[in-house]
């Protein structure tokens, strides 16, 4: 993940410690690295509407940090599109 990507996000590289939106989701992502969760249970687990959810785990999928695909979800079992951490896997 290039620096200009940090930024676009606004993201603290000291995890779980942010307050926007995308801070939260990348800090719970983190957290459970390498556990590929679902957009549901982040939307969940974060307390942000799921259409944010959508469309931060979107962009986080197409960094090099994260990946987004089709899986397992480490919460809920369902099988639909995951987003895991793979900054610290
Ligand atoms: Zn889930």
């Given at each position: 993940?290039?620096?200009?990507?940090?930024?676009?996000?606004?993201?603290?590289?000291?995890?779980?410690?942010?307050?926007?939106?995308?801070?939260?989701?990348?800090?719970?992502?983190?957290?459970?690295?390498?556990?590929?969760?679902?957009?549901?249970?982040?939307a969940k687990a974060?307390?942000?509407?799921?259409?944010?959810?959508?469309?931060?785990?979107?962009?986080?999928?197409?960094?090099?940090?994260?990946?987004?695909?089709?899986?397992?979800?480490?919460?809920?079992?369902?099988?639909?599109?995951?987003?895991?951490?793979?900054?610290?896997?």
């Amino acid at each position: 993940m290039s620096d200009q990507s940090f930024q676009t996000f606004s993201l603290s590289r000291r995890t779980g410690t942010g307050t926007t939106y995308a801070e939260r989701v990348y800090g719970f992502l983190v957290e459970h690295t390498p556990q590929p969760i679902c957009d549901d249970c982040i939307a969940k687990a974060t307390n942000i509407a799921r259409e944010n959810i959508n469309q931060l785990t979107s962009i986080l999928g197409l960094t090099r940090d994260f990946g987004k695909a089709e899986g397992t979800c480490a919460i809920c079992k369902g099988n639909k599109r995951v987003t895991r951490s793979q900054r610290y896997a």
